[in-house]
């Protein structure tokens, strides 16, 4: 009984610990502290609290790779638990490199002794940099020298590119009985055969027929069923013959090497008994602001790792991430919003935005304008300057009307002056009034209105001189007619009345087909707005101005059943010596008509001169002056003519100034220097790649460039002298007041010697012609110390020729000025005009100068432009077509090109330097057509320069060098060649045929280089 009582109270007790262990309430947790991968754990429940602290990332450095070493990448680890993040791979060993092929390794490798090379046609098997063996011998697959037979050996001999060569055995023939007759088919008569076992019937016995045993049963093992770690396999053996028997092939159990539970060769986990490992987690899914993030705590086995439990658990959703919506400022045309606020993440609106009112306008003055004697003004508005909104319009202000004096009264008239405006009326019984003073008096229209007027045709009219021919024309001809259709067409004319009249009634004889059109359309025709001003005294008055088309109205007269509506307009007396009219543009479409316009008048014949100073001008060294005049402003009359000033004839130098050995001296009337040095040495042309700047004026007399007549003021100091015919030369029109005026910057004080201006001038011309296209009057200019002196004054044809040099049979006769040591920093040069109508024609201005000590080169980025180029005789043909040329080869231009003819044709030209040059990078522009490659180029390239008068070659450019020569650039592809300083005075390039169906065609070619 006592010994029930005990078991009856320990089984209670234990149910009492269960119970207490099964409940939280009475668990006391045992926390181990979250770590990289895991939250805070009870040690004792497994129960967690909170997230794992994330891993804390460290960069660990890798190494770089050498020559011959490995390297590795960067690779990052958790720098608490040790945890690898991302995995450190590795870099490959560079490489040695030696593209100079020197033995010595291009990236600093001081072991690096390099590869020999033997590409030499020596074949020595050396390497051809340092005579070290560099190659071994090639013999190939060799020659057999002897045939081997049955049981005699042959030869087989090997041969290197070197000479060198060796043999080796070829195995001897062995018996050979294909057709199993015991007879050897090599053709050996000994012998005798063998038993052979390949018979059909498988029977070990000879098949010639001697049925003696030929072999044995030989049995061929193949595993027919393979055992496993809990079954037996089989092994079975047969015989050619047929034959078979079978082995036992014991199963082997299952293996566990590794440990893991599972075995090694079914894979089948042997693990008995699980071991609970921590859980981890799986499918994490990452909370937002939207939604609940979520993942599944995994319990495995730590022994197998096979699962043992799975639970998906909650994460709660992510605070929103708050983002301005900046606020719009109201302004005086919309409503503004305020700030408001919303998720970066999501995009819900956390804090919603409001409408705020709209702005007032700014209000600005828009100025008024002020009314005239013959203009309406406006008052002065409101507008916002903001918006632009008018708050407050302008209002129309009436024409004021001109204020008359009481008047001057002159010889039977009275002479009334605005006091406003100043124009003046004249009231008069006495002159004699004409009914039209414009009869036969010409309208001269501006370029811009001329280009309005509408063509002469039988239905149309003419221009501006119809509208004074004194016919008033009917319907079909005879009238003036701006464009058709076109209601911004307009009309612009001067009349210049000869003398001052009084002029008494303006009308405008309308185009009206009698009454065939109504009023409205009468008035269409007028035209929108019209100015008419008169010019007297030396100013230009307005007279009436009707601002629209609906004040015009208010000066037409319809004159029912005829031809001869007209706007009329009274000038009750206003002077004037010229009348100008403006018509604005026409309402309607069908443009601005008139048959003709007439103006009633009286000729003023008397009149007091209003006396004006005519300027004067002082006599320089060179130039003569002359004395102030005095004309009439009214008449022009000249009251007191001017007196001719003469100059001193040539400069009045002092005694001069010597300083270092030079010589200086000055003129002392003009200031103008000049110097002299015996240590001196000259500048042939000082003016070469200088750019002479012409006045606009003088510019617009140029010659348009054409093939045969040349260019402009570039083409003066391009260093070329052309021949008959060629392009690059300086022409004016044709035209004996064609003139020249240009300007040369020097860059600085220079010692001018000798000007030279060569001439265009064919040989065997008539001196006379050639006198003819020097031109009349020449002025040379100096500027020096910030004033413009007179250094060379020809002041007609005959003094000029004074100048002329006439070589006899040549191309360069030329004018020659001795400046004679004059300092100068500009030159500038003035010819009036040509002889004779031909026009002035020169092919270059060049200037010698003097130096302290030899002048540096000129450098220039392209030396080709202007060259003469000419091509062989044989290749001169062979060009696709006129605008493809060769002189599209060295024109400056990218946007013009060369092309051969289409068949692969010899390209050959020489372009002549005309000077001696120190060449440097020569360029070509390849066509390169879609990118397709060079094939259109052609091959072969080579460059020849000139030098002491022998051609020397400098490029010789092969088929492989022409990609590794090619400098892109944007999308152009250019060849480049160094010439290393090559010396020349010509360059001559050859292409030869390529052998393709294709052009050899390329942009421009291009050298850069000094001018010596």
Not at 36 to 47: A, D, H, L, R, V
Not at 154 to 166: A, L
Not at 911 to 924: M, Q, T, W
Request: aromatic share 8%.
């Amino acid at each position: 009984m006592k010994t029930k009582s005990i078991v009856l109270l320990i089984a209670v007790l234990c149910v009492f610990i269960m119970a207490l262990s099964s409940c939280d309430l009475l668990h006391e947790h045992t926390w181990v502290d979250a770590d990289c991968t895991t939250p805070k754990t009870c040690s004792e429940c497994g129960m967690t609290e909170g997230e794992p602290l994330g891993h804390t990332e460290e960069t660990v450095k890798g190494e770089a790779p050498t020559c011959t070493s490995s390297g590795s990448t960067d690779c990052k680890k958790c720098s608490v638990c040790g945890e690898v993040l991302v995995v450190q791979t590795t870099i490959d060993p560079l490489g040695h490199k030696d593209e100079n092929t020197d033995h010595v390794c291009d990236n600093g490798c001081d072991v690096y002794q390099g590869e020999h090379s033997d590409v030499t046609t020596d074949k020595d098997h050396l390497c051809d940099y340092c005579n070290q063996p560099a190659s071994d011998h090639d013999y190939g697959e060799g020659v057999v020298t002897t045939e081997p037979k049955c049981e005699v050996k042959g030869v087989r001999t090997f041969t290197c590119n070197c000479g060198g060569s060796y043999t080796e055995d070829i195995d001897a023939l062995v018996h050979k009985d294909e057709n199993t007759d015991h007879v050897c088919d090599n053709g050996c008569d000994v012998y005798q055969g063998v038993h052979s076992d390949v018979d059909t019937d498988k029977d070990h016995l000879c098949d010639y027929g001697c049925q003696k045993e030929a072999s044995k049963h030989s049995y061929i093992g193949e595993e027919t069923k393979a055992p496993t770690c809990t079954e037996t396999g089989i092994k079975t053996y047969t015989c050619n013959c047929g034959d078979t028997y079978t082995d036992v092939i014991p199963s082997s159990g299952h293996k566990d090497d590794n440990g893991d539970y599972k075995c090694d060769i079914c894979k089948t986990n042997i693990c008995t008994e699980h071991t609970p490992a921590e859980a981890v987690r799986d499918n994490e899914k990452a909370p937002t602001c939207t939604a609940e993030g979520s993942y599944d705590s995994v319990i495995k086995c730590s022994k197998c790792g096979e699962e043992i439990s799975r639970e998906t658990k909650p994460v709660q959703k992510l605070p929103h991430t708050e983002e301005i919506v900046p606020g719009v400022s109201a302004t005086c045309t919309s409503k503004g919003l305020t700030e408001g606020k919303k998720c970066a993440v999501c995009g819900e609106t956390l804090v919603a935005q409001e409408e705020t009112e709209m702005l007032p306008h700014t209000e600005e003055a828009i100025p008024a304008v002020s009314a005239n004697c013959t203009a309406t003004g406006l008052t002065e508005g409101k507008k916002c300057s903001v918006c632009g909104t008018v708050t407050v319009p302008q209002e129309n202000v009436p024409a004021n009307g001109h204020k008359w004096d009481a008047g001057v009264d002159s010889v039977n008239k009275v002479t009334h002056t605005c006091e406003v405006c100043g124009i003046c009326k004249v009231v008069s019984n006495e002159l004699e009034n004409a009914e039209n003073i414009f009869n036969n008096k010409q309208f001269v229209g501006t370029p811009e209105a001329q280009a309005q007027v509408l063509i002469a045709g039988w239905f149309a009219g003419g221009g501006y001189d119809k509208l004074t021919d004194g016919i008033r024309n009917l319907e079909q001809e005879g009238r003036f007619s701006t464009l058709l259709n076109n209601t911004t067409a307009f009309m612009d004319a001067t009349i210049d009345l000869g003398e001052s009249y009084m002029l008494d009634t303006l009308r405008f004889y309308l185009y009206d087909r009698s009454d065939s059109k109504t009023l409205e359309s009468k008035k269409a025709d007028i035209g929108r707005d019209i100015l008419i001003q008169v010019y007297s005294d030396g100013k230009w008055y307005d007279a009436f101005y009707c601002k629209d088309n609906a004040s015009l109205s208010e000066h037409l007269t319809v004159v029912d059943g005829l031809d001869n509506d007209y706007l009329e307009f009274a000038f009750d007396g206003i002077v004037a010596e010229k009348i100008r009219f403006y018509i604005s543009g026409a309402i309607a479409t069908t443009g601005i008509t008139f048959q003709e316009i007439e103006c009633s008048g009286a000729l003023l014949v008397e009149h007091v001169h209003t006396e004006e100073i005519i300027p004067g001008k002082e006599a320089t060294c060179l130039q003569s002056g002359l004395t102030d005049g005095v004309k009439c402003t009214v008449c022009g009359e000249v009251l007191k003519e001017q007196q001719v000033i003469n100059s001193n004839g040539a400069h009045t130098w002092d005694a001069g100034v010597t300083e270092n050995g030079k010589t200086t001296v000055t003129c002392e009337v003009c200031g103008l220097t000049k110097v002299s040095s015996e240590s001196f040495t000259d500048v042939a042309n000082i003016f070469a790649g200088k750019e002479f700047v012409p006045t606009d004026a003088a510019r617009a007399e140029v010659l348009a460039a054409s093939w045969w007549k040349g260019g402009g003021y570039e083409d003066l100091t391009d260093g070329i002298r052309n021949a008959d015919n060629a392009p690059g030369r300086f022409s004016t029109k044709m035209s004996i007041s064609a003139f020249m005026d240009s300007t040369l910057d020097l860059g600085g004080a220079t010692v001018l010697n000798s000007l030279k201006f060569y001439i265009y001038e064919p040989a065997g011309r008539a001196e006379d012609k050639k006198k003819a296209s020097v031109g009349t009057d020449i002025l040379i200019q100096v500027y020096a110390d910030g004033e413009w002196k007179d250094v060379v004054f020809c002041p007609d044809n005959a003094s000029v020729c004074e100048h002329l040099v006439i070589v006899e049979g040549e191309y360069n006769d030329y004018l020659e000025f001795n400046l004679d040591g004059v300092v100068a920093e500009k030159v500038r040069f003035y010819i009036s005009g040509a002889v004779s109508s031909d026009g002035i024609s020169f092919e270059e201005i060049e200037c010698s100068a003097k130096a302290e000590s030899a002048p540096d080169p000129i450098w220039y980025d392209n030396l080709l432009p202007g060259k003469a180029l000419t091509p062989s005789e044989d290749a001169a043909g062979n060009i696709y077509s006129a605008s493809f040329g060769y002189n599209k080869i060295n024109d400056g231009d990218l946007a013009s090109r060369f092309s051969s003819k289409k068949n692969g044709g010899k390209v050959e030209a020489t372009v002549d330097l005309g000077a001696e040059c120190e060449l440097h990078e020569f360029r070509v522009l390849l066509y390169d057509y879609n990118k397709s490659g060079f094939t259109q180029f052609g091959t072969g390239l080579q460059i020849d320069v000139l030098v002491d008068g022998e051609w020397t070659t400098v490029i010789n450019a092969t088929d492989a060098d022409f990609n590794d020569r090619v400098n892109v650039v944007g999308d152009q592809n250019w060849l480049t060649f160094d010439l290393n300083g090559a010396s020349a005075t010509a360059i001559r390039f050859t292409i030869p045929s390529h052998g393709s169906t294709g052009w050899t065609t390329f942009w421009e070619m291009e050298c850069s280089g000094y001018v010596k």
